[in-house]
């Protein structure tokens, strides 16, 4: 199967790909879209329909993933399935952008509709990594705290952790993800606990590509 990754950088993409292929039970080949996202949610989110539109029509890829981190964003509601009424949730954000590209799109004769899934790493994918190894880390604890008003931890000391004091030497953090991603590929389950909304929702939309 070949899809597309759209996410923070390569590291993520490392995740997300580890993750998929866990998921889907089988391997992926990845491929890179024609049009080069820029850094930003903003511009993310103005490029995803483009970006789905050319590995349509291009026949590029079977699938394509996003998966966004929320940083300080709201967290989307677990209750709801599609959209969840706060106006800065990423998630529902970036499923409303594929959502209309989808519906945008000419029907081409012999092309099947191009699978999407949709995941939020609160409040970033280093959190993913992190889950098995250290069990302060999860939605959970980042939601309470933020409603505290206290961060249980920010984004630098989630990549210190994971990857270790800097500076990296070139192809660290890579390890350190691939090395991350065999006990967490082995516990699924565990990620799902942990973090049910963000990454169950990425579970959810890939375990429909085979129906």
């Known amino acids: 199967m070949k899809v597309a990754i759209v996410s923070e950088g390569p590291t993520d993409e490392a995740t ?19 049009i080069r996202r820029s850094p930003g949610i903003d511009k993310l989110l ?22 966004v981190d929320s940083n300080a964003s709201a967290i989307h509601a677990a209750t ?39 995941g939020l790493a609160v409040p970033a994918i280093e959190a993913w990594c992190l889950c098995a190894p250290d069990n302060n880390v999860s939605e959970n604890t980042w939601i309470q705290g933020m409603e505290a008003g206290q ?15 800097q500076p990296w030497p070139e192809g660290h953090t890579v390890h350190a993800i691939q090395a991350a991603m065999e006990t967490v590929t082995d516990n699924v389950a565990l990620l799902l606990s942990k973090f049910p909304v963000g990454f169950g929702a990425l579970r959810s939309d890939l375990s429909q590509w085979g129906a």
């Open 80 to 118: 709801t399935a599609d959209d969840c009424g706060q106006g800065d949730c990423r998630l529902c954000l970036a499923r409303r952008a594929l959502r209309n590209a989808a519906g945008a799109v000419d029907q081409t004769a012999g092309r099947k509709p191009l699978h999407w899934a949709v």
């Open 151 to 165: 961060k249980p931890y920010t984004r630098r000391e989630l990549k210190r952790r994971l990857y270790g004091p």
């Open 16 to 34: 997300v790909r580890a993750l998929a292929e866990a998921v889907l039970s089988e391997p992926i080949e990845t491929v890179k879209p024609a």
């Open 46 to 67: 103005e490029l995803l329909p483009l970006i789905y539109k050319s590995l349509y029509y291009g026949w590029q890829a079977d699938g394509l993933i996003v998966v």
